[in-house]
């Protein structure tokens, strides 16, 4: 089992930027895949950001050059930089950490959830 913890969230205004974290326990962290994602009101859960145990990263479009995924193994964070926000960003983040990742769905090899940390972005 690995229990996920994120933090970090807010309202904040337009072009502002805000960091989140997430502290894993319970299992080898180095060896976990792990993602932020996050649901808007109304729509679906979509993917944002990973980072694998290897240290690969990838990032929805939508955030590449605003958004930075990173980790600390020793500490088990995982963290997401999110600079120049826009109210298209406003949701609910979710951490999530798993054993397999699929490149084309990277939810689905997610098997542990944080409870998600809001973010609000006003124009």
């Known amino acids: 089992q690995v229990q996920l913890a994120e933090s970090g969230g807010g309202l904040v205004q337009a072009g502002d930027s805000l960091r989140l974290s997430c502290v894993a326990s319970g299992r080898t962290f180095g060896r976990l895949h792990m993602g932020w994602f996050r649901q808007a009101p109304g729509k679906e859960r979509e993917f944002v950001a990973y980072?694998?145990?290897?240290?690969?990263?990838t990032y929805t479009d939508s955030v590449k050059g605003r958004f930075t995924i990173s980790r600390d193994n020793a500490k088990s964070t995982v963290t997401l930089q999110m600079n120049s926000l826009n109210p298209d960003d406003t949701a609910v983040y979710y951490c999530?950490?798993?054993?397999?990742?699929?490149?084309?769905?990277?939810?689905?090899?997610?098997?542990?959830w944080g409870k998600g940390t809001l973010v609000t972005v006003s124009s």
């Open positions: 999530a950490a798993g054993e397999i990742y699929y490149s084309k769905n990277p939810m689905r090899g997610m098997d542990y």
């Open positions: 980072n694998g145990w290897r240290g690969t990263t």
